[in-house]
């Protein structure tokens, strides 16, 4: 366990509504993820940051925003979500020993 | 796309029996990992391999690495009907931040009493 509590871990909601999905850490990691898993897709980077409102684009960003104001949080928006961005999403931190990433539970969105 | 590619998708054994789970990836790479993943569970690291390293053992895991053929293979000896998950490699590039992972699709593992 490496402290990161991801919210809400379900939710259903509507084509077109914002959704956003936080995640906290509690143990002052640098760099935060958001990963999103799919069927025969695997897990896929949507957005990072290393650090305080700095963040960078994975390899499927199209319709993910992301905000990081404080170490311990990193929030991922869907702007207008869409049924395609229903998945399970993961958020992780860079741990110790290096390059080990420590994966929070999911949060299992449904777009309707 | 991906860079690592799990070979088989999906693999039936009886507990007891030895399970093999190869990974196949496209650049070159500074580290390659595993991690499990029960049901409705996130990821879960089990062992990281640096690319001058051929083998790693970790208990009942051994997992090797030939960076000429960019492959990577997972082996859990005596398996345990606990060991019942998926198994997906990861690889870190080269090149730039060390610190972006890529998965691949994964290996289901299924362990049979």
């Known amino acids: 366990d490496a402290g990161i509590t991801q919210s809400p871990r379900h939710k259903v909601t509507e084509t077109g509504t914002p959704v956003t999905l936080r995640c906290h850490q509690t143990?002052?990691?640098?760099?935060m993820y958001w990963y999103r898993q799919d069927p025969g897709h695997g897990l896929r980077l949507i957005h990072y940051s290393y650090g305080v409102k700095d963040t960078d684009k994975g390899e499927v960003s199209d319709g993910y925003s992301v905000s990081r104001s404080k170490t311990e949080d990193f929030l991922l928006t869907l702007e207008s979500a869409t049924s395609s961005q229903t998945s399970v999403y993961f958020c992780a931190i860079l741990g110790d020993p290096g390059n080990t990433i420590y994966f929070g539970e999911g949060s299992w969105l449904t777009v309707v | 796309s991906q860079q690592g590619e799990e070979d088989p998708q999906a693999l039936s054994i009886q507990e007891g029996e030895n399970a093999t789970m190869n990974c196949s990836y496209k650049t070159s790479i500074n580290n390659l990992q595993w991690y499990r993943q029960n049901s409705g569970r996130g990821l879960v690291h089990l062992i990281l391999?640096?690319?001058?390293?051929r083998e790693k053992h970790s208990g009942r895991l051994r997992v090797t690495l030939d960076t000429s053929k960019k492959s990577s293979s997972l082996l859990i000896t005596a398996s345990r009907a606990a060991d019942t998950a998926s198994y997906f490699c990861?690889?870190?590039?080269?090149?730039?931040?060390?610190?972006?992972?890529?998965f691949g699709t994964g290996t289901r593992l299924q362990v049979t009493l």
């Open positions: 391999i640096r690319s001058n390293e």
């Open positions: 143990e002052n990691h640098r760099y």
């Open positions: 990861a690889t870190a590039p080269n090149t730039g931040t060390a610190s972006k992972l890529t």
